[in-house]
């Protein structure tokens, strides 16, 4: 009979459950004082047992003559929690794989020195839908020979084009075409923020070109919130 104790801790039930159990099973039926004497357990035990058998559906009881004699259940009721158990799963599954699987946002952060850092740029952003810029200086339309075949690029793709300068700039090549929009703030300006796509570019332009381009579509939206406002407040032409 050890070995079917053990068997039946396998199947979830305690040592002392697995005892009583089995003795059911042999007697047919017992009051919970014989069934304490039998197996030389303490009788309080054994009807804490009894209870915890009861609620597992492995012990039922009669009443006769206002005492309770106590009988093991069919022993297919040991596949009641595993069905149980089995139909929760089941249940489960469906709501887990509706669960969104976090999604790593593509970052990336590169400095470039040279006119080549900004050809990069530029090259990224004839793939957006719109470019806006602020603190725009117009110094890369000079740095680099081939802008105004850029400018005509991105005219013939329909980017929308949104550039925020200086007052001092209108007017000037950089600053003139016309299916370009325009605004201007009193604002000095060394470097010039650009965004576009999930893409932020800042570029300082002197002796020698120096841009720091970023990829995080949440900081590229970001500082397009906040270039929506600077728009808002910024004069026209």
């Known amino acids: 009979m050890a070995a079917f104790e053990e068997r039946l801790q396998k199947a979830g039930l305690t040592g002392n459950e697995a005892k009583v159990y089995l003795e059911l099973l042999k007697r047919g ?37 206002n005492k309770k004699f106590f009988s093991a259940s069919e022993p297919e009721n040991l596949l009641n929690p595993v069905k149980e158990k089995s139909a929760f799963i089941q249940d ?12 790593e946002i593509p970052q990336e952060i590169k400095i470039y020195e040279g006119k080549e850092g900004l050809r990069v740029m530029v090259n990224l952003m004839l793939k957006s839908k719109e ?50 929009e325009y605004k201007f703030l009193d ?24 841009v720091i381009l970023i990829k995080n579509k949440l900081i590229a939206q970001t500082y397009r919130n906040h270039f929506e406002v600077l728009w808002k407040i910024a004069k026209k032409a």
């Open 92 to 103: 489960l599954i469906p709501e887990l794989k509706k669960i969104e699987k976090i999604q």
């Open 131 to 180: 470019y806006c810029a602020f603190g725009s200086t117009g110094r890369a339309f000079y740095a680099l020979y081939e802008m105004p075949v850029v400018a005509k690029k991105v005219m013939k793709a329909n980017i929308r084009v949104r550039i925020i300068g200086n007052t001092k700039l209108k007017g000037t090549p950089p600053f003139a075409y016309k299916k370009f």
């Open 29 to 65: 039926s017992s009051s919970a004082n014989a069934l304490a004497k039998k197996i030389g357990m303490d009788r309080t035990l054994v009807y804490t047992i009894l209870n915890h058998l009861i609620e597992k559906g492995l012990v039922n009881y009669i009443v006769k003559a």
């Open 187 to 210: 604002i000095d300006s060394e470097a010039t923020t650009n965004i576009f796509g999930d893409y932020i570019a800042i570029h300082l332009i002197k002796q020698k070109p120096l």
